[in-house]
């Protein structure tokens, strides 16, 4: 082979690469938030998110991962003072919810606060009950420990920035789809938008 096409073939391969560690790289976009890192993959091939966690539901009572089970499950990791990713994104979710059409009785949002410092189950309630948010989204929140067990189980990342009331959290920003198993079948990245976000739930609920 021509050194020539040698040298466009490697340049090909790392092009390659690089777009593959991109899609499967829960990356944190916001300026000064903590990367992520890259989804592990367990030995049969399938990420290694989600598992066991113990926390409390905006009602008080003990929730943990088998509020998954019978469920399709966009699950994701917030606060309820963010000023814009948590409520856009919860936005997104219910014109998303809104496009599925019956197949949305099938989906539930899981709202997991990384800052129960002041996210207790009565301000959640709250919050979650805004207008314009999905219906029915179930709000975790729980002990500093519990917080941290369960977004270690899904790979997230957060961090407290700034001290007294007027701190603030950073944390990544990827949506985990769980399918009705509460195994792991789909990221979704924050800014698809309500249509592209339906047809990724669309799709792996076809799949199963």
Same mark, same amino acid.
């Given at each position: ?5 040698? $040298? ?12 593959? %560690? ?9 300026? /000064?938030?903590?990367? %992520? ?7 049969? /091939? ?38 814009? !990713? ?6 997104? #979710? ?5 496009? $599925? ?54 790979? %997230? #990342?957060?961090?407290?920035? /700034?001290?007294?009331?007027? !701190? ?6 990827? $949506? ?5 198993? /509460?195994?792991?079948?789909?990221? #979704?990245?924050?800014? #698809? ?16």
């Amino acid at each position: 082979m021509p050194r020539r096409s040698i $040298l466009l073939f490697a340049a090909a391969c790392v092009v390659l690469a690089a777009v593959i %560690a991109v899609v499967t790289i829960v990356s944190a976009t916001r300026r /000064g938030e903590p990367s %992520a890192g890259a989804i592990e993959v367990s030995q049969t /091939g399938q990420p290694q998110i989600g598992g066991p966690f113990q926390l409390v539901d905006q009602d008080g009572r003990p929730a943990d991962q088998t509020i998954l089970n019978g469920k399709w499950s966009v699950v994701f990791f917030g606060f309820t003072y963010c000023p814009d !990713y948590c409520p856009t994104t919860l936005g997104v #979710l219910k014109a998303a919810q809104d496009r $599925l059409g019956d197949q949305a009785r099938d989906l539930q949002i899981v709202f997991v606060s990384i800052d129960p410092e002041r996210d207790t189950p009565q301000t959640l309630k709250d919050y979650l009950s805004s207008e314009g948010f999905p219906r029915g989204v179930i709000g975790l929140t729980g002990t500093p420990e519990q917080v941290a067990g369960a977004a270690r189980a899904y790979r %997230a #990342l957060y961090s407290k920035e /700034g001290q007294g009331e007027g !701190y603030t959290m950073q944390h990544s920003l990827t $949506l985990y789809l769980m399918g009705p198993d /509460g195994r792991f079948r789909a990221a #979704l990245a924050h800014d #698809l938008g309500p249509e592209r976000s339906a047809d990724v739930i669309r799709r792996a609920m076809a799949r199963g």
